[in-house]
C-alpha cells in the first residue's frame, strides 16, 4: 500500500513571537521562523517522523519555489513539484505570549485548472487499488469548486482510499468524494 498526498495550495509561512501586538504601534518580535507549509506536507512529515514513507506532490509557483524547496531540502521532506506560473502564497502569523495569534494570509496566483488536468493525467501513475491519497489544504484560488470535487472523485475512482482535510470543502462534497473527511 503507498500513501500520497497532495498539496495544491502551500505557503511559506512567517511565525513571528512577540509579547503583545499593539495595532497602529511599532511591535517587536523576539523570536521568528520561517517554514515551507501546507496540510498535506506536515501529513507526509508526520508520517516520515513515524517511519512511513509517503510520496508528496506540492504544487508551487515558479516566481518564489526556489526559497520553498530550499525549506523543505533543508528540513530534509520528500516531494515532487508541480510548478504553475505564479508565487506561493505567503502567511504571516503573529504569536502572543498570552496564546492569541494573528494571521495575514497574501493570496497569490495560484496553480491553474490547466495545470490541475496536466497532473491529472498521471493519476494512474501516482495511486492505484488500495493506496492512500491523502488530499489536504485550502483550495487555491485559481481553480473553480467544482472542478476541484471533479478531481477527488478522478483519484477515488483509482480505487485509491482518498482522505480529505480541507476547510474549503462542503457537507454535499464530503458524501460524493471521500469516506475519510477530517
Known sequence: MKITTITLNPAI????YTETLDIGAEN???AHERSAGGKGLNVSRALASGGYDSDAYVFLGKDNADAFEAMLVNAKTKYTAVYYDGKVRENTTIHQKNGFETR????CTGPTEDVLA??????????????????AGRFPTGI????????????KNT???LV????????????LVAPYFI
Open 13 to 16: 509561512d512567517l511565525h513571528l
Open 28 to 30: 517587536f518580535a523576539f
Open 104 to 107: 495575514i494570509s497574501v493570496d
Open 118 to 135: 496536466q497532473f491529472e493525467r498521471g493519476l494512474n501513475d501516482i495511486c492505484g487499488d488500495g493506496d492512500t491519497v491523502v488530499f
Open 144 to 155: 473553480a469548486h467544482a472542478r476541484i470535487v471533479e478531481f477527488l472523485m478522478k483519484i
Open 159 to 161: 480505487g485509491s482510499r
Open 164 to 175: 480529505v482535510d480541507s476547510s474549503s470543502i462542503t457537507s454535499c462534497d464530503v458524501s
